[in-house]
Nanobody
Framework: QVQLVESGGGLVQPGGSLRLSCAASESIFMGWYRQAPGKQRELVATITRAGIINYADSVKGRFTISRDNAKNTVWLQMNNLKPEDTAVYYC?????????????WGQGTQVTVSS
């Protein structure tokens, strides 16, 4: 069982910035997803232990994911936020047991972009 503890989030005006953090009980493949009201959960960004990064097209150039393997922590720096970024953001960790990957999720943190 992987434990994830998120922090950050809140209310920000368009063009503003927020930083989310996620502390895991172990250092594995991690990422951030988000879910807006009435929509499916979608990938925001992922980062492997080796630092290989993947971003959703909608956040490229605005969001930056990073991690510290020694601290088992992942951050999501969100700049130039837009109203369409409003969603509950979830930290995700995927652990492989042999060939079987199991996803673990944080409790979610609300990000609201509004003037």
């Amino acid at each position: 069982q992987v434990q994830l503890v998120e922090s950050g989030g809140g209310l920000v005006q368009p063009g503003g910035s927020l930083r989310l953090s996620c502390a895991a009980s172990e250092s594995i493949f991690m990422g951030w997803y988000r879910q807006a009201p009435g929509k499916q959960r979608e990938l925001v960004a992922t980062i492997t232990r080796a630092g290989i990064i993947n971003y959703a097209d909608s956040v490229k150039g605005r969001f930056t994911i990073s991690r510290d393997n020694a601290k088992n922590t992942v951050w999501l720096q969100m700049n130039n936020l837009k109203p369409e970024d409003t969603a509950v953001y979830y930290c995700n960790a995927r652990k492989y047991y042999g060939l079987r990957g199991v996803d673990y999720w944080g409790q979610g943190t609300q990000v609201t972009v509004s003037s």
